[in-house]
């Protein structure tokens, strides 16, 4: 998906995965788009689970996440214009360009002195399932999350902080947060309207108080099924995820 939308590279903090993940990532790297960074930081430090560490009584919130990000924007600093900062459950997806090329020139024309675009974040929940249109039947005996299935999102909040995910010139970057950065050459933060682009979040529930009758049904997705479906077939096929069906191969770890 990211590579539709023009990402030339994809760095990702390793610390573990299952065995058919590694597959995946293999058949990635072998092509040039994956690079990883192994992040062995359970091995050095008590990990906690929780965003920051002293909700879990432990040395370094989120496996080090924030130092991961500033490791990602100083790394690439000089051999990326942008850096796209989100998690492995989140796309950024533009509404009225094609890709992130083409955002961001519609960004950089509006706001020239810009460093920082903050993207708004919608969580579409992945306990809610709805039916598609499209054959997914190659995916039927691979585990994990069809996002195409996930159409309803949780209306955002109209007082109160929503999270952002960003994408940023690494350059004017000198420090970053999760959700914002919190030291920068100067220049400014763009809050990008939701008209021209959203941080798509599949997962689960964030207001877990809020009623399924009380989403919003959204099928922004489903514009990448014909593209998505057979680049996802493809990958499958080379990294032979669809040769390998012992399910003792799907569990994490």
Request: hydrophobic share 40%.
């Amino acid at each position: 998906m990211y590579k539709i939308l023009g990402a030339q590279k994809v760095t990702i903090y390793k610390n573990s995965c299952s065995p058919l993940m590694e597959k995946v990532l293999d058949y990635y790297i072998s092509e040039g788009t994956v690079e990883i960074i192994p992040w062995p930081i359970h091995l050095y430090l008590k990990v906690s689970s929780y965003w920051h560490h002293s909700m879990g009584g432990k040395d370094i919130g989120y496996y080090g996440q924030i130092a991961a990000l500033k490791d990602c924007i100083y790394r690439n600093m000089y051999r990326s214009k942008y850096v796209v900062l989100i998690d492995a459950d989140e796309v950024i997806l533009p509404i009225k360009d094609a890709d992130w090329k083409s955002l961001m020139q519609r960004m950089e024309k509006g706001n020239p002195r810009a460093g920082v675009f903050l993207f708004e974040n919608q969580v579409f929940r992945n306990n809610v399932f709805s039916r598609t249109p499209f054959n997914f039947s190659l995916w039927s005996m691979v585990p994990g999350v069809n996002m195409f299935e996930h159409i309803h999102k949780e209306p955002n909040r109209t007082e109160g902080f929503n999270n952002r995910k960003m994408i940023v010139d690494p350059r004017k970057v000198i420090q970053t947060s999760v959700h914002s950065v919190l030291k920068m050459h100067g220049e400014t933060s763009i809050q990008v309207s939701s008209q021209l682009a959203i941080n798509f979040h599949c997962r689960t529930p964030e207001h877990k108080d809020l009623p399924e009758n009380a989403l919003v049904q959204d099928s922004i997705f489903w514009r990448y099924n014909k593209t998505l479906t057979a680049k996802v077939n493809n990958a499958l096929l080379k990294s032979s995820i669809l040769g390998a069906n012992d399910p003792a191969q799907w569990q994490k770890r």
